[in-house]
């Protein structure tokens, strides 16, 4: 299966300010989803990025908020912008790679907004 | 819309003994995929099993097995003998579409497995 590498692995930021984080993959992939855990809670998708199109938003969430890039098959990157305490969570990137394998997730990123 | 529910929020046992983690999913699809994650404290996502929905075979892996009812709309785990290293987030999730559409995770079971 495929190999995901998520960084950074945790940050601490200040209020108002914007956090990028990258996912890179192994192998080539049509879909990457990301998700949100906050504190306690279970992951909740944030969207889903698909290469050459835009990324789409699952409820709640826009794309002011939490751009996303996806240039190639293998990268994207998901941008937490003008931070508050409650973006403080784990974020995570996820790729499909086939009912065989399902889904493999990168380690997550762990955010602190102070 | 698919829904899974974990109603056990936390779970505590003594090492050794068994338990069962509940699931229990909703979809209108005939087709769908699921499947059961573990996340330690360090937070990573580890996959223990995915299951399709025309393959109600039961599953056994070592200390591991699950038993999938869909009369019941059931996909529960159970760890036989658990240990201190079973304890974690059980997460169970839902996807219709296989690997090109989301996962709908429950919101997991806290276990804890006491020396």
């Known amino acids: 299966s495929a190999v995901i590498s998520q960084k950074p692995s945790r940050d601490i930021c200040q209020r108002g300010t914007s956090l990028t984080i990258q996912c890179q993959v192994d192998?080539?992939?049509?879909?990457m989803f990301w998700y949100r855990q906050q504190p306690g809670q279970s992951l909740t998708l944030i969207a889903t990025?698909?290469?050459?199109?835009?990324?789409?938003?699952e409820s709640g969430f826009v794309i002011d908020k939490f751009p996303i890039s996806r240039p190639n098959l293998t990268f994207s990157t998901l941008t937490v912008s003008n931070m508050s305490p409650e973006d403080s969570s784990i974020y995570l990137c996820?790729?499909?790679?086939?009912?065989?394998?399902?889904?493999?997730f990168g380690s997550g990123t762990r955010l602190t907004v102070v | 819309a698919q829904k899974v529910t974990q109603a056990q929020t936390e779970i505590s046992v003594v090492e050794k003994e068994d338990v069962t983690l509940d699931c229990v999913y909703e979809?209108?699809?005939?087709?769908?995929?699921l499947f059961w994650y573990k996340q330690p404290p360090s937070g990573e996502l580890v996959f223990l099993i995915r299951?399709?929905?025309?393959?109600?075979q039961n599953e056994i892996s070592g200390r591991y097995s699950w038993n999938f009812q869909k009369s019941t709309s059931s996909f529960n785990f159970t760890i036989t003998a658990s240990q201190v290293v079973d304890s974690a987030v059980y997460f169970c999730?839902?996807?219709?579409?296989?690997?090109?559409?989301?996962?709908?995770f429950g919101k997991g079971i806290t276990l804890s497995v006491r020396p």
């Open positions: 996820s790729v499909g790679q086939g009912v065989y394998y399902g889904y493999t």
């Open positions: 192998s080539q992939v049509t879909m």
């Open positions: 990025a698909n290469q050459g199109s835009e990324a789409t938003y």
């Open positions: 979809t209108r699809d005939t087709t769908y995929y």
């Open positions: 299951r399709n929905s025309f393959d109600e």
């Open positions: 999730a839902l996807s219709v579409k296989g690997a090109n559409s989301k996962l709908t």
